[in-house]
């Protein structure tokens, strides 16, 4: 089983930058893909980012040139910087993480909320 715990959520005005966090532990084999995904009330789980064990990269088109991905493969984290959020912003981020042997895993979810 592998755990994840993403942190970094919280209230931010419209245009402002918020920084999140997701740190993998338990039986780690290896991580293959890291990514971040967000619901907002009512509507369904979205794809925000991935980023490779290589450092690839892909970007959802809504946050491209606003959002960076990025890890630490020594210390089994990523990261997803948020910057020049709005109000369509606001959502619960989870992150998900992929095994070699393609199991995945989800975090429990951190809310980032964009005030106007």
């Known amino acids: 089983q592998v755990q994840l715990v993403e942190s970094g959520g919280g209230l931010v005005q419209a245009g402002g930058s918020l920084r999140l966090s997701c740190v993998a532990s338990?039986?780690?084999?290896?991580?293959?893909?890291m990514g971040w995904y967000r619901q907002a009330p009512g509507k369904q789980r979205e794809v925000v980012a991935t980023?490779?064990?290589?450092?690839?990269?892909d970007y959802a088109d809504f946050v491209k040139g606003r959002f960076t991905i990025s890890r630490d493969n020594a210390k089994n984290t990523e990261y997803l910087q948020m910057n020049s959020l709005t109000p369509e912003d606001t959502a619960v981020y989870y992150c998900?993480?992929?095994?070699?042997?393609?199991?995945?895993?989800w975090g429990q979810g951190t809310q980032v909320t964009v005030s106007a």
């Open positions: 998900r993480v992929w095994t070699p042997l393609a199991t995945n895993y």
């Open positions: 338990g039986s780690i084999l290896g991580i293959s893909v």
């Open positions: 980023i490779t064990s290589g450092g690839a990269t």
